[in-house]
């Protein structure tokens, strides 16, 4: 098979299920060999059986995204099996739960930011090294959300968790395209996956300290919402073709429902209309070019 992604392999965290095995099925069908790391170690037993059966080269690994030695761990295997690594997806990502500002859990916080955020870095500060060495190039895959995009009410713990990716996403496009690895950040509305039910895998060093601070029923609803969110979304196998796409476009921001346009654009004028009140304004409205220094 004669493509940029033919022979050359992939490390994707949160494979088990979810986007991150359509992902990994996708690429597997493009020629790539897959390493599979999951904190889910049943579900990928059985996803990756399902891989294998097809076929498919692929490795799995233990991996909880928070913990860097495990990180280290699976970049170890990788180049133990298929020699070299071309590409990490940071696909694990965790909802949190809902809830005002003020009930905030600190524990449920640090939680999808050590997944959602810290993960991200932990996978790319493993593997850059590795994508670097062998000087062919490749690809870091960010997974945010169009959560990162827009502020939502009661989750402010994923939105800026996938904002945090979208802003690290931009940092290193221009930090590593020098070396041939094309970053991009994966933007998607719903999809339909387990992301509603993300406690099922909340480790325990993020076990609520203050179980009574939960209101039960607000939790519900919350929860019932999300899962008819997620339930209205497209299939994962589609998100995975448009990635596909995207990438061979050579793409940074990767949008999956471009119906979501109207969001950005909406955001995008707020945010430059309010420099029309700094320019007009009294205190900074005559800092001109030559006063300031521009990035
Ligand atoms: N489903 C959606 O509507 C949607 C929309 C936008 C973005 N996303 C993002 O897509 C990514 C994948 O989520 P999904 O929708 O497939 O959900 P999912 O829950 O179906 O899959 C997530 C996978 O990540 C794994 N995981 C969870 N915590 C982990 C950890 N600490 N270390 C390693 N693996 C871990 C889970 O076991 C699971 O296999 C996430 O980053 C999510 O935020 C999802």
């Known amino acids: 098979m004669s493509n940029e992604f033919a022979g050359k392999t992939a490390i994707i965290s949160g494979a ?18 897959i390493v599979m790391g999951d904190i889910d170690n049943v579900a990928l037993t059985e996803s990756s059986k399902g891989l294998r059966e097809q076929g498919f080269e692929v490795l799995t690994c233990a991996l909880d995204v928070t ?19 071309h590409m990490v997806i940071n696909n694990a990502g965790v909802g949190g739960t809902p809830g005002k500002v003020e009930d905030s859990e600190h524990e449920t916080w640090r939680w999808v930011m050590d997944v959602n955020v810290m993960g991200v870095l ?12 062998h000087g062919e190039g490749g690809w870091v895959l960010n997974v ?22 979208v802003s690290m996403t931009e940092s290193w496009v ?7 690895i094309h970053t991009a950040v994966l933007c ?13 895998n909340r480790q325990q060093k993020y076990a609520l300290a203050a179980e009574k601070r939960i209101d ?7 929860a019932q919402a999300a899962t008819k969110a997620v339930e209205s979304g497209i299939a994962a196998s589609m998100l995975a073709e448009r990635v596909i796409e995207a990438l061979k476009s050579k793409q940074t921001y990767i949008y999956t429902h471009p119906n ?36």
């Open 188 to 200: 998607p509305a719903f999809v339909k996956t387990r992301i509603h039910e993300s406690y099922r």
């Open 144 to 165: 945010a959300s169009m959560a990162g995009m827009m502020g939502m009410p009661y989750a402010g713990a994923y939105c800026a968790s996938k904002a945090a990716v």
């Open 216 to 222: 039960k029923e607000k939790l519900k609803a919350g």
């Open 16 to 33: 088990a299920g979810g986007i991150g095995l359509a992902l990994a099925e996708v690429l597997a069908k493009q020629g790539m060999n």
């Open 174 to 180: 221009p930090e590593l395209k020098p070396f041939g």
């Open 67 to 85: 913990d860097y030695s495990q990180w280290e761990d699976i970049v170890t295997n990788a180049k133990e099996k298929f020699g070299k690594v």
């Open 260 to 295: 979501y346009r109207k969001v950005t654009t909406a955001r995008f004028k707020a945010i430059d209309e309010a420099f029309k009140d700094a320019e007009s304004s009294t205190v900074v409205g005559h800092l001109k070019d030559d006063d300031i220094v521009t990035f």
């Open 122 to 133: 932990y996978g790319a500060q493993a593997c850059v090294p590795a994508l670097k060495e």
